[in-house]
């Protein structure tokens, strides 16, 4: 029986907490503070969905317009505000493949620092038409 526990237990993924500095980088501190280097919007994305953790439906993600502008804002060093603009109604459109795409930069961000059975618990994810979070 102890044995049938033990398996169990090295079956869980070890996980570390996030921690984001100043200036938006993205560290797992119980790793060596390897940092999780992203670009500026999945970067954004990423950092809305940390704010939610009941998740968002992509569909709904119109009403979160205002609040990607603020954190694009910060966390990019675009200053063409048509560019900036442009960049989020991408994001928010739900028929465009901007979102999607930005998940997958996510997940191949931690992918290239963990393995998979670790990583996908910092990946943006859910069911189709559902939720979706980290």
Do not use: W
Not at 8 to 15: E, G, H, M, N, V
Not at 17 to 39: A, T, V
């Amino acid at each position: 029986m102890e044995q049938n526990i033990n398996n169990k237990f090295s079956d869980l993924a070890i996980l570390s907490p996030l921690l984001i500095d100043k200036n938006f980088k993205i560290f797992l501190s119980d790793f060596g503070n390897i940092e999780i280097k992203m670009h500026a919007l999945p970067k954004t994305v990423f950092i809305l969905f940390l704010r939610y953790p009941d998740g968002i439906r992509f569909k709904e993600l119109y009403l979160f317009k205002k609040e990607l502008l603020e954190i694009y804002n910060m966390v990019s060093n675009k200053s063409d505000k048509n560019e900036i603009e442009r960049a989020i109604n991408d994001l928010v459109d739900y028929k465009n493949p901007s979102m999607n795409q930005k998940c997958a930069r996510i997940r191949e961000a931690f992918r290239n620092y963990l393995d998979e059975d670790t990583a996908k618990f910092y990946f943006v994810s859910g069911y189709n038409g559902g939720p979706k979070k980290i």
